[in-house]
Each structure stands twice: as structure tokens, then as C-alpha cells.
């Protein structure tokens, strides 16, 4: 047999407790990429949570299946759209709401640290906790707000630091 037997199949899960599968693929990779598609427009549903399960294919029972991905789906500190996808495992967040991409990440290069970034104006910072990395974000969040700026406004005028 040349396939792999297995199947990775990504799924959100929608406020009222609805799940919705997003499909069946037969790379992570792809399923992935199907995945992130999606809650590119996760703003305009209310989603809680996205996960991503391996099947095995004609295996029987619990251990047919393995959970590779869990993410839970907030509010961003920054753009405050209901697009903030956070592993808690992995300890990393990322928003995927349109011109924001607010994220959040241990350092690969300072285990124990928190990385954590906002492309719309190159902002980079590391923190000695999770809690910092949101405050650090909120203050971004609370600037935007003070500056009267909405989400979907571009933020290319927002002065450096
Ligand atoms: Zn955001």
C-alpha cells in the first residue's frame, strides 16, 4: 500500500457548540492550509475553537484518532475582532484578522521567553511572561482606540513606537 492510512481532518467549532469540518486531506500540510483559509474570515462568525485530528484509516476505536491541534479562538487584544487563535499547548497566538496579525510565541532562541509582534508597524518585543506579551498588546490596542482608528482602517500612518 502506498498511502499513508491516515487522514488529517481540520474542523472549527462555532459558538452554539456546531461543529463544522473543513474536510478530509492527506498531508498536515494541507490541512493546515485549508485550515488558516478559513479563519481568514473567522471575524464574521463566532467561532470557539479550531482543532485538527489525525484518523487512522481502518483502525477501530479511541486510538484511531490523535488530536495534532487545538486552538482557541478570542478576542484580539489589538484589534479587538473575535480573530485571535491561540494554542495553549504550544504557548503561541496568532490574529488573522485583516491587517492586523497581531502574534504571540515562546522564543525558539531564548526558551521561557515570550515573543510577541504587530507587522502593521514592524513592532517586536520579548517578555518574561504570557501576561506581559498581552499587556504589551493591549497597550498597542488601546492606542489604535485612542488614535480613533477602526479595524479595518490601514494602519500604515501609525507612527513608529
Ligand atoms: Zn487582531
Redesign the pocket.
Known amino acids: 500500500m502506498t498511502e499513508s492510512g491516515r487522514v488529517f481532518v481540520p474542523s472549527v467549532t462555532e459558538e452554539d457548540g456546531g461543529s463544522i469540518g473543513l474536510g478530509m486531506f492527506s498531508s498536515e500540510e494541507t490541512a493546515w492550509k485549508v485550515l488558516r483559509e478559513f479563519t481568514k474570515k473567522s471575524h464574521l462568525m463566532k467561532l470557539t475553537r479550531s482543532d485538527i485530528v489525525i484518523w487512522e484509516i481502518d483502525v477501530v476505536g479511541e486510538e484511531a484518532m490523535t488530536v495534532l491541534s487545538t486552538m482557541h479562538c478570542r478576542d484580539?487584544p489589538?484589534?479587538k475582532?473575535r480573530?485571535?487563535w491561540v494554542d495553549l499547548e504550544s504557548l503561541s497566538a496568532l490574529?488573522s484578522?485583516r491587517l492586523?496579525?497581531?502574534w504571540i510565541e515562546e522564543s525558539t532562541v531564548e526558551p521561557g521567553k515570550i515573543d510577541l509582534g504587530w507587522p502593521p508597524t514592524r513592532f517586536l518585543k520579548q517578555t518574561e511572561t504570557i501576561e506581559e506579551a498581552y499587556t504589551e498588546l493591549n497597550a498597542i490596542g488601546a492606542e489604535i482606540e485612542a488614535a480613533g482608528r477602526v479595524p479595518d482602517d490601514p494602519f500604515t500612518s501609525l507612527p513608529e513606537e
Open positions: 484580539c489589538v484589534c475582532r480573530t485571535f490574529c484578522g492586523c496579525e497581531a
